[in-house]
């Protein structure tokens, strides 16, 4: 058992890796700002358990951290915590910079002290592992994927903030020996994702039969991921990973995104047909496209494969069935969810 500090926790990929973190076995401490996409709900089937010490905070307050790290006997370090939307980053990119660098830098500084205060044996099994996206990349043309050596070219102020977190974590181990991991993931999805998010978006709007916007011509390509997926590879890289190595995590399932939706539509209408036996084909509407959007994403996971021997469990068509029918399953997550300040408006059209 480790004591793992997740930051992050209650959001999307956090929750579901602390979910599954602690049916391992391991005792998690959760430190998690609650911003609108935290939510506590997430987490409902920990309360009481003794594995899991929720503590509602900001990764750059060095004082709390470091005190989380001594008292809890912290051995690890899963860095989720970030702004992720591109379409918000789009509207404000100061937060995005706030949290995704400037907190980030905290929580290495935080970091760096505690390690450095540890017994020698502790010291070499210590583990700071920073979760990352495949968009500091940039975007691809219409063949080859992104491997660990591709250069970095981010194209949205999320991408440039989580590209420049990247880099500091790369920093503090080769200037400071501070022992790090670097994951850089495709598209996730999955249950608890916040629904300004393409799949849990187009689930809702669809259940309440609302037009589904479609950013472009709905042909722009994403590596989707399954959640569960993705927790399993950092697992694994927290385990097995080398100190200064960075792994790519994709799926192996490129989709455009018309075909995304599609399917999502073709689920919810083999699933919960409509009363007048119409198909949710016809609420696709496509829409102005984004400013500064990716044509196409995809990940070499090969060395994450080969060195570790990770593997996905779920294929593109089994994931999103799963995912689909978590949604019909636990309708009252999503709508307390959506009580709060997003209503599934359009983000990002312009912002600045």
């Known amino acids: 058992m480790k004591n793992l500090l997740v930051t992050g926790g209650a959001g999307f990929i956090g929750g579901n890796f602390v979910l599954s973190a602690v049916a391992q076995g391991h005792r998690v401490v959760n430190l998690d700002k609650l911003t609108y996409a935290g939510n506590l709900d997430t987490l409902a089937t920990l309360r009481g358990n003794p594995g899991h010490v929720f503590v509602q905070g900001d990764i750059g307050d060095r004082a709390l951290v470091g005190k989380l790290l001594v008292e809890q006997r912290i051995d690890a370090i899963v860095n989720f915590a970030a702004e992720s939307h591109v379409d918000r980053s789009i509207d404000g990119p100061a937060e995005f910079v706030h949290t995704n660098v400037v907190g980030t830098l905290g929580l290495l500084e935080s970091a760096v002290a505690h390690w450095r205060a540890l017994p020698p044996s502790e010291q070499t099994n210590f583990r700071f592992l920073h979760v990352s996206t495949d968009e500091v ?138 009363a007048n036996g119409a198909t949710r084909e016809a609420l696709i509407a496509f829409v102005k496209d984004r400013p500064g959007h990716d044509r196409r994403y995809a990940i070499d996971a090969g060395k994450l494969k080969r060195e570790l021997g990770w593997s996905q469990s779920e294929s593109f068509e089994s994931g999103i069935a799963k995912t689909v029918d978590w949604y019909l399953a636990n309708e009252s997550w999503s709508a307390r969810v959506l009580d709060g300040s997003y209503r599934g408006e359009r983000l990002g059209q312009g912002g600045i």
């Open 137 to 274: 990349y940039g975007s691809l043309g219409e063949s080859g994927k992104f491997t660990e050596q591709t250069a970095y070219a981010p194209n949205s102020p999320y991408s440039a903030s989580k590209a420049s977190s990247d880099h500091l974590v790369r920093a503090f181990h080769h200037t400071y020996g501070l022992p790090t991991l670097t994951t850089n993931c495709s598209n996730n999805y999955g249950p608890y994702q916040f629904p300004e998010k393409l799949i849990p978006l187009m689930i809702h709007k669809a259940l309440i039969g609302e037009k589904l916007p479609v950013y472009g011509d709905g042909r722009n390509v994403r590596d989707w991921l399954f959640v569960g997926d993705h927790c399993s590879a950092i697992r694994c890289v927290l385990e097995a990973g080398k100190p200064g190595e960075v792994y790519n995590v994709g799926g192996d399932a490129e989709r455009e995104n018309i075909h995304v939706v599609k399917t999502i539509c073709a689920l919810l209408d083999e699933r919960r047909p409509l």
